[in-house]
């Protein structure tokens, strides 16, 4: 059995040796621009980080099916961040396995395996303890004024429900959920407004939760359809919101699978949809 175990332990290895070289064979120089003539360069995330010049708006008519196709978006989504700089974007591989958040006496760590379970934990500064809080499928953590809030949801292809909870101490000190504000569809992503309240990008919508828990609809937008990834079997991919940035001019970026979307507010009211790509992308868009 040993043996077994030994033989198996080689082959993983060889396995993890051989794809972390295709990995790098595959990553580009630093300050190289993504290629979208060769499909297989999602497979790895560039390692270029993108200014927001790096993308220029899709077609109107070509949005939400018909959108980029190059490199292969069924396998990378677009994650925005707030820099000192501005709003940069990465290209990433789907990973919401494992996400964190601080908080005075450890850490609040959310697993999320999709159809395979999920779970949430506190774990103390020392990790010698953990305590489980509960089994909702994490897909954002942010904290709050409130404490640590956690946009939940399961869905697939078809809306799900979701919810924020929000993770604080009770009484006794001792780290607890409580639901905090329904949300309608599943949460993918969320950051925090000035005012104190909680934006929240969901497979169909944004909306704000105040930190009452009262939930306003600002904006009902068109990622909540499914595309073609554009390989030989005809896979489709949702949108899926992975990450949320507010800019001090009330501009909203939410990083998805393939496009970034820019909502502007409009003087009207509302806000004005662009959705964005990378230059190269969206001149080659079929």
């Not at 995330?45 to 927001?52: A, E, N």
């Not at 949300?183 to 990008?201: E, M, Q």
């Not at 919101?241 to 970026?253: A, E, F, K, N, R």
Request: with cysteine.
């Amino acid at each position: 059995m040993r043996a077994v175990n030994r033989a198996a332990r080689l082959a993983l290895y060889v396995l993890l040796v051989s794809a972390v070289g295709s990995c790098a064979r595959q990553q580009r120089p630093a300050d190289a621009q993504p290629d979208c003539s060769d499909p297989s360069a999602c497979l790895c995330p560039w390692r270029s980080v993108l200014r927001l010049d790096d993308l220029e708006a899709l077609q109107e008519s070509l949005i939400p099916q018909r959108i980029v196709r190059c490199p292969k978006q069924g396998d990378c989504f677009w994650r925005v961040r707030d820099t000192s700089d501005g709003v940069r974007i990465d290209h990433r591989r789907p990973d919401r396995t494992k996400l964190v958040a601080p908080v005075p006496d450890g850490t609040i760590v959310a697993h999320n395996n999709g159809d395979l379970g999920a779970a949430l934990f506190w774990v103390s500064r020392s990790g010698a303890t953990r305590r489980l809080l509960g089994n909702p499928h994490v897909n954002d953590l942010v904290v709050t004024k409130q404490g640590v809030v956690a946009a939940t949801g399961l869905d697939h292809l078809i809306d799900g429900s979701g919810q924020l909870l929000l993770i604080a101490p009770g009484p006794r000190g001792e780290w607890r959920t409580t639901p905090f504000a329904d949300v309608g569809a599943v949460a993918y992503a969320a950051t925090v407004a000035p005012d104190g309240s909680t934006l929240v990008a969901t497979r169909t919508q944004l909306v704000k939760v105040a930190p009452s828990g009262e939930v306003t609809i600002l904006h009902t937008g068109r990622w909540n359809q499914t595309f073609a990834v554009g390989d030989d079997i005809g896979t489709m991919s949702a949108f899926a919101p992975s990450s949320i940035v507010l800019t001090s001019g009330g501009v909203v970026y939410i990083g998805m699978t393939g496009v970034v979307v820019v909502l502007t507010p409009s003087a009207a009211g509302g806000y004005r949809e662009q959705w964005l790509a990378p230059k190269s992308c969206a001149g080659t868009t079929t």
